[in-house]
């Protein structure tokens, strides 16, 4: 049982560790980024909504997030615990969550928050390539694929996100400084918050969430 979540600025590491986490923990992965692309994708009206937000790298707005996050939390798949990635995002939502979580009598365990300086969020993001069929992520220098373009994991083509160009990485980072950086706050005052450094090698990054979370 872990109930978990990941903050952090955009390209810190969030999906990831995701990954790695909910291998080891067996819980599900929940990323409201990742819901929302997969409503792009499929042409749904929550999709049409949220694409213009995320393209020019502003928030989607706090009640459709909050809707489909705890709509989410409410599958069967999340009574032994979830690691949520990207979300809470704002205070507002961070005080929706611990309203749902109260009123389902849980608690959450820790909050992971990776950090990671600018300069190196900025090279992360725009050497980003992502898998179109599992969504595993890569790195053109940092993390590359065995062979060019092709997903190791599943043979799947490499894409490159729309919001990972210089100018909207730029504008997701003042978002995150301005709107979700107080969660750092609000958890440290909630006593459960473990901060993390996210520069350098993953796996290394990886032991000390392990450390965080408890084995
Ligand atoms: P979302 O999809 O959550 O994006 P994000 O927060 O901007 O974070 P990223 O996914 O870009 O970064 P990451 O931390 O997952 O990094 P990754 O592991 O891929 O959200 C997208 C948009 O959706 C938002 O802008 C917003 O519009 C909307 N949205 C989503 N949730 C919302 C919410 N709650 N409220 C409102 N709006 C919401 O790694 C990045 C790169 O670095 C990769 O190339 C990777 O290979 C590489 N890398 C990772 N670790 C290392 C390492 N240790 N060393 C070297 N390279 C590494
Ligand atoms: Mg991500
Ligand atoms: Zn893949």
Same mark, same amino acid.
């Given at each position: /049982?872990?109930?978990? !979540? @990941? @903050?952090?600025?955009?390209?810190?590491?969030?999906?990831?560790?995701? +990954? $790695?986490?909910?291998? $080891?923990?067996? !819980?599900?992965?929940?990323?409201?980024?990742?819901?929302?692309?997969?409503?792009?994708?499929?042409?749904?009206? &929550?999709?049409? $909504? %949220?694409?213009?937000? /995320?393209?020019?790298?502003?928030?989607?707005?706090?009640? @459709?997030?909050?809707?489909?996050?705890?709509?989410?939390?409410?599958?069967?798949? =999340?009574?032994?615990?979830? &690691?949520?990635?990207?979300?809470?995002?704002?205070?507002?939502? %961070?005080?929706?969550?611990?309203?749902?979580?109260?009123?389902?009598?849980?608690?959450?365990?820790?909050?992971?928050? !990776?950090?990671?300086?600018?300069?190196? &969020?900025?090279?992360?993001?725009?050497?980003?390539?992502? =898998?179109?069929? =599992?969504?595993?992520?890569?790195?053109?220098?940092?993390?590359?694929?065995?062979?060019?373009? !092709?997903?190791?994991?599943?043979?799947?083509?490499?894409?490159?996100?729309?919001?990972?160009?210089?100018?909207? +990485?730029?504008?997701?980072?003042?978002?995150?400084?301005?709107?979700? /950086?107080?969660?750092?706050?609000?958890?440290?005052? *909630?006593?459960? &918050?473990?901060?993390?450094?996210?520069?350098?090698?993953?796996?290394?990054?990886? *032991?000390?969430?392990?450390?965080?979370?408890?084995?």
């Amino acid at each position: /049982m872990l109930r978990t !979540i @990941l @903050l952090g600025p955009p390209g810190a590491g969030k999906g990831t560790q995701a +990954v $790695k986490i909910v291998e $080891k923990y067996g !819980i599900p992965h929940i990323s409201t980024g990742d819901i929302f692309r997969e409503n792009i994708k499929n042409g749904t009206e &929550l999709g049409k $909504k %949220a694409q213009e937000y /995320m393209n020019r790298g502003e928030l989607v707005p706090d009640e @459709l997030v909050v809707e489909i996050a705890t709509d989410r939390l409410l599958k069967d798949d =999340c009574k032994e615990g979830f &690691l949520l990635d990207g979300f809470p995002r704002t205070v507002f939502q %961070a005080e929706k969550l611990d309203e749902f979580l109260q009123a389902h009598g849980q608690k959450l365990d820790v909050v992971i928050d !990776i950090e990671v300086e600018k300069q190196e &969020l900025l090279t992360r993001l725009t050497g980003r390539r992502v =898998c179109r069929k =599992c969504g595993a992520s890569y790195h053109i220098v940092n993390i590359p694929p065995k062979k060019e373009g !092709i997903c190791d994991i599943c043979g799947g083509e490499l894409f490159q996100r729309d919001d990972d160009t210089v100018e909207t +990485v730029e504008n997701r980072i003042e978002v995150y400084k301005a709107q979700t /950086m107080p969660l750092v706050d609000y958890y440290k005052k *909630a006593g459960n &918050l473990a901060e993390i450094d996210g520069s350098g090698d993953l796996d290394r990054v990886f *032991a000390d969430i392990v450390k965080a979370l408890g084995e």
